[in-house]
């Protein structure tokens, strides 16, 4: 089946630290690949997404690229800001299919 | 352009009662989904729609879960007979075309609590 499996949190850092968030994921086929990010008492938005392998995303300073030898979508982004504590869902949907499947969510919490 | 709308955001209701959750998608997007966050999880797909019809429930529990998504008008979520275990936030996305092609923009959720 599909599955995704993310670094478990909570994670913690101080403002301008270097965040990783690792991501790795099982499907048959290629998926396209995604990272939803969730602010407190707010739904997901959509932060980046890739459809084929070495495809990077990007947004708002957060890079992912799509690296179909180790099935990961890692998240990075270099200097992290206290508006950046949220937390971050690893997602997949199956080629030709509909249903978005989510890692369990990493917590960050950035500190000034 | 207004986002997915969801209400209420908040809903609590006693074992045994109806709960009606409510989804209005982006303008233009004609395919909702419903996904459901248990707590310390991630979403899971519950169902997928159009308008007026139900293309795949394999997410939704077999018995009191319902869903619909009327020509006029939002979609909704009903869970008949609330039990403790359906506490959860229940998200709703959107799409324009179908997602493998199209993104899913979500709604802030409903936080529902039985108690």
């Known amino acids: 089946g599909n599955s995704v499996t993310q670094m478990e949190g909570p994670v913690t850092l101080s403002e301008e630290a270097f965040l990783t968030i690792n991501c790795t994921y099982t499907a048959t086929g290629y998926p396209s690949l995604f990272w939803y990010v969730q602010y407190p008492g707010e739904g997901l938005q959509l932060l980046l997404k890739?459809?084929?392998?070495?495809d990077k995303g990007s947004n708002k300073g957060f890079e992912a690229t799509y690296r179909k030898e180790t099935t990961s979508f890692h998240l990075e982004k270099g200097s992290v800001q206290v508006s950046d504590s949220a937390v971050y869902f690893c997602a997949l949907i199956p080629f030709n299919d509909y249903k978005l499947s989510f890692g369990a969510g990493t917590t960050v919490t950035v500190r000034a | 352009n207004a986002g997915v709308m969801q209400n209420p955001r908040h809903l609590v209701r006693r074992r045994g009662q109806e709960a009606r959750l409510r989804c209005s998608p982006m303008k233009g997007h004609s395919h909702v989904y419903w996904y459901r966050q248990l707590p310390e999880e991630g979403l899971k797909f519950m169902v997928y729609?159009?308008?007026?019809?139900?293309?795949?429930e394999s997410g939704m529990p077999k018995e009191r879960f319902s869903a619909e998504f009327p020509k006029e008008g939002p979609s909704i979520l009903r869970i008949q007979q609330v039990v403790r275990g359906d506490s959860a936030a229940y998200f709703c996305a959107s799409s324009r075309g179908t997602p493998d092609t199209d993104t899913q923009y979500f709604g802030p959720g409903t936080r529902l609590t039985v108690l």
């Open positions: 729609l159009q308008k007026e019809n139900i293309i795949d």
């Open positions: 890739a459809t084929k392998a070495d």
